[in-house]
């Protein structure tokens, strides 16, 4: 692989975004902010850049440094990631933002190994950080270059059968510009060797791509064989006042969507079954939503209520939905709100 043919595409080609210091910056001497290098990585997984930049704008409007991040409650911090999902990101970025200011004096540790110590911080995030604001020279493989180096090298098993060859295989080619090389493979796969298409003549890798001499480079990666998801099914009961104000309530501490808010709910059961609602009165049906985690999918049946006593319910609040954007609702729970009418 010719990496040198890489940063030069990259010095010329590279995607402007807000919290990467490009190639011309770094020529300048300008050095990558770690802080926005991490936040970006964490906000960067199992979500699109486009989705995270307006999310990496107001983070960064809110809490410009760590320390002001740091000392942010979390329920802020959930509120503004709201939408974003994997909500347990959320929580680690806290607390990672804690301990580099409780235990770190601010400054995050400048080798992975280091780095995979603080909460949240694994091996790609670790090795992402280190090699663009440090240079270590350590391999970068998310799943664009998964898709990048299969075809680079013909693979013909899926890529999670041989992630650690070519782990192994990157790590020969990291030049002395570790970061850009790293940023460089990352734009590759994501502006023009992309899963449903390859432009192998605008692309710096083209003369050692095996994928290139066949008639689909897009075959590859091999795909695995789907494992099919369970799914879970439970009711979603949202219940609103005279003033139109709708009950909220947190979820718990830990598992799924901890710490977020939610309408209440029943529990969520491999088979359906009758709701169990949550107080007496006349509930109204709105029919049924559908939301695929990671893990299973999740289908919900929805009602409604208007309630006359109000003041008789706990372990909650009255939100009026005109100020939804203050709660942390995850995208889950916006669509129940959506599916009774009510946001």
Not at 250 to 268: C, I
Request: glycine fraction near 6%; include cysteine; charged fraction near 20%.
């Amino acid at each position: 692989m010719d990496s040198a043919a890489v940063l030069r595409w990259y010095d010329r080609y590279a995607r402007d975004l807000a919290w990467r210091t490009g190639p011309a910056e770094r020529a300048r001497g300008d050095a990558p902010d770690p802080y926005r290098v991490w936040l970006s990585e964490v906000m960067l997984q199992q979500t699109t850049v486009a989705t995270v930049g307006r999310y990496f704008a107001r983070f960064t409007s809110l809490w410009p440094t760590v320390f002001d991040l740091a000392a942010a409650p979390l329920d802020a911090v959930l509120v503004e990631w709201a939408g974003l999902g994997y909500y347990a990101r959320a929580r680690n970025l806290h607390a990672c933002a804690v301990a580099v200011v409780e235990h770190h004096d601010g400054v995050f540790p400048k080798t992975s190994n280091a780095l995979q110590a603080l909460p949240g911080i694994g091996a790609y995030t670790s090795a992402a950080i280190a090699a663009i604001c440090h240079d270590e020279p350590i391999a970068v493989l998310d799943g664009n270059l998964d898709r990048v180096l299969a075809r680079y090298y013909r693979l013909d098993v899926p890529v999670r059968e041989a992630k650690e060859t070519l782990r192994a295989a990157l790590q020969t080619v990291i030049p002395a510009r570790a970061g850009d090389f790293a940023q460089a493979m990352m734009d590759i796969g994501a502006t023009i060797c992309t899963p449903r298409k390859a432009l192998c003549t605008s692309c710096p890798l083209r003369s050692g791509c095996l994928a290139r001499t066949t008639e689909n480079p897009t075959l590859f990666p091999i795909k695995a064989q789907k494992t099919e998801r369970p799914t879970r099914y439970g009711h979603a009961f949202v219940m609103f006042d005279g003033d139109g104000d709708i009950f909220l309530e947190t979820r718990p501490d830990k598992g799924l969507l901890a710490k977020m808010t939610q309408t209440p709910t029943s529990e969520w059961t491999a088979r359906p079954s009758d709701p169990r609602f949550p107080c007496p009165g006349y509930w109204q049906p709105h029919g049924r939503i559908v939301h695929v985690f990671t893990h299973f999918r999740l289908e919900l049946e929805v009602w409604s209520i208007k309630l006359v006593d109000a003041a008789a319910l706990e372990h909650g609040w009255w939100a009026d939905p005109r100020a939804f954007g203050r709660e942390a609702l995850p995208t889950l729970f916006r669509k129940v709100l959506a599916q009774s009418g009510l946001a």
